[in-house]
């Protein structure tokens, strides 16, 4: 079955330092990727979209990375603030170029001060 | 400008009434997204609207539910016959073709 996978435990680090998240699929062959990340009681907020043919795509203290053959997607948040704890959540597009986005499960990052 | 706007934000039924609940999208964006999510979980895709294509209706969990799109523009996800079950956030998305999803803040619906 089809499947988007994201760590379910959350993660806290330590101010200061980068925060990585993965988002692993199976049996897609999405065209886009995108992150987002959700606050308590909000609804998601965009934050980066990358496409099959990029490899990386950086935003200020984002970065994420795509891997079509490991069918893997890695969000790194550097120099991460208390600011940034919130779930973070990988979205994407089902069959490659319908935009029917699916999300993964979100994973909570806590930033400790 | 005004971003999606989602009615009523919160909403507590009884169990066996319908509820109706109402997405006013940005302007000009051809894609609307409906999903669910429950308390702690991520979110449940529902129904896909793409312009004047016929909606991608395979996420609706149940023929309890329908949704439809007037004019292009505002949706309606109607729910039959509730059930504890339905009892979740219902969150709205616009997107303009291949672009981001633009998401609302969410109808909190309360089954009892």
């Known amino acids: 079955s089809q499947k988007i996978e994201q760590n379910s435990e959350a993660l806290n680090i330590q101010e200061g330092k980068t925060a990585t998240l993965t988002c692993n699929y199976t049996n897609y062959s999405p065209a886009y990727l995108q992150w987002y990340r959700q606050d308590p009681g909000r609804g998601p907020v965009f934050l980066l979209l990358i496409r099959e043919n990029e490899k990386e795509k950086r935003k200020e203290r984002l970065k994420v990375t795509f891997d079509t053959t490991l069918k893997q997607s890695l969000f790194h948040i550097t120099a991460s603030q208390p600011a940034d704890s919130a779930t973070y959540l990988c979205?994407?597009?089902?069959?490659?170029?319908?935009?029917?986005?699916?999300f993964g499960t979100g994973t909570r990052l806590k930033v400790l001060a | 400008g005004a971003g999606v706007s989602q009615s009523p934000s919160n909403k507590v039924t009884e169990k066996g009434k319908d509820v109706e609940l109402r997405c006013d999208p940005i302007s000009g964006h051809t894609a609307l997204y409906w999903y669910r999510q429950r308390l702690g979980q991520g979110l449940e895709f529902l129904i896909y609207?793409?312009?004047?294509?016929?909606?991608?209706k395979s996420g609706l969990p149940s023929d309890r539910f329908s949704a439809e799109r007037t004019g292009g523009s505002v949706s309606t996800l109607t729910i039959q016959r509730t059930q504890q079950e339905d009892s979740a956030v219902y969150l709205c998305?616009?997107?303009?073709?291949?672009?981001?999803?633009?998401f609302g803040e969410g109808s909190r619906l309360t089954v009892l």
């Open positions: 979205a994407l597009d089902l069959t490659s170029g319908t935009y029917k986005y699916i």
């Open positions: 998305a616009s997107s303009p073709l291949a672009g981001e999803l633009f």
């Open positions: 609207f793409q312009g004047n294509s016929a909606p991608d």
